[in-house]
């Protein structure tokens, strides 16, 4: 259970599940038509020891065999990827991964001349992907800032002390994130992101409808899960319930254009048909959001 001001590293808690989740992009990453191409991340999940991601990347038909669907990282990251690359493009210059865990964007994405990546992320964290990255003599596409603080504390002031500048547009990211925040850090969270925000900056994360059944999870987590090895994730356990504002409405209020897409509408964008997903997977993917913002120039 989450508890206030708990902390993790990378195979403890919250950062567990970053490092499930790149072993997800490692499997999908060897895909004949992967969405996503990771090359660093079957290192992460090699340098932490961990003996269930290891399995997922060292027989992944467990994954495509599994009652969750198959593609569902490979639309996530492809959703933020754009988004990252789509800013630049129109001229942005500066980039803030929220809760980077080992996200490997500074890395991988063709950033242009003069782009700034701020990651921020517990301690513990940053310096586990700085250490493996270093080994495998891996350097950055940008100028990539480390900002080692909890989201629950005033990382705007550690943020700004990287050198961030709210006067100039950011594309921001908070992707896979909201559901570990308690209801009142998630809503500060957006507070201090408008308020760092310059007009033409934007914004993307995925959100949870609020209706979504998490007790169901949990028991089929238990009942279908628990021999393989994603099953020794207590998802529910680590996330929070409590109440808070739907961003979407959220930023609208606050003067951001905003657009979501479902699963199946990323899907159909990028020309990967989703496999059927069990109940109550199926449900937790169908309850799922991509949300875009913007806020206007």
Same mark, same amino acid.
């Given at each position: 259970m989450r508890t206030e001001g708990d902390t993790w590293d990378i195979v403890s808690s919250v950062g567990m599940t970053a490092l499930f989740v790149a072993a997800i992009r490692a499997v999908e990453s060897k895909q004949p038509d992967a969405l996503v191409h990771d090359e660093f991340a079957a290192l992460f !999940? =090699?340098?932490s020891g961990d003996p269930t991601t290891n399995q997922l990347i060292d *027989?992944?038909?467990l994954w495509a065999d599994s009652p969750l669907g198959t593609e569902f990282m490979g639309l996530r990251s492809k959703f933020? +990827? *754009? &988004?990252? &690359? =789509?800013?630049? $493009?129109?001229? !942005? #210059?500066q980039a803030v991964i929220v809760a980077a865990g080992l996200d490997a964007r500074a890395y991988r994405l063709d950033w242009p001349q003069g782009m700034v990546v701020y990651e921020i992320d517990q301690p513990k964290v940053l310096e586990f992907k700085r250490q493996v990255l270093a080994d495998a003599g891996a350097a950055p596409k940008a100028d990539r800032r480390e900002v080692a603080v909890d989201l629950r504390e005033n990382w705007p002031a550690a943020l700004i002390e990287e050198g961030f500048d709210p006067a100039v547009p950011t594309v921001w990211s908070a992707e896979g994130l909201l559901? @570990? /925040?308690p209801g009142a850090a998630q809503d500060a969270l957006f507070a201090r992101i408008d308020q760092l925000s310059a007009p033409g900056s934007s914004l993307a994360c995925d959100v949870f409808d609020t209706d979504l059944d998490y007790q169901q999870i949990a028991d089929f987590q238990a009942e279908q899960l628990? +021999? &393989?090895?994603?099953?020794?994730? +207590?998802?529910?356990d680590l996330v929070y319930t409590d109440d808070r504002s739907d961003?979407? $409405?959220? /930023? %609208?209020?606050?003067?951001?254009t905003t657009t979501s897409a479902r699963p199946e509408e990323l899907a159909e964008r @990028?020309? #990967?048909? /989703? %496999?059927?997903?069990?109940q109550p997977m199926a449900q937790m993917f169908n309850n799922m959001r991509y949300l875009s913002a913007a806020k206007p120039a």
């Open positions: !999940v =090699a340098a *027989n992944p038909q933020f +990827d *754009n &988004l990252f &690359l =789509a800013a630049a $493009e129109a001229g !942005v #210059r559901g @570990y /925040l628990r +021999d &393989l090895p994603f099953g020794k994730i +207590d998802f529910v961003p979407a $409405e959220w /930023l %609208t209020n606050q003067g951001w @990028y020309d #990967r048909p /989703l %496999t059927a997903a069990l």
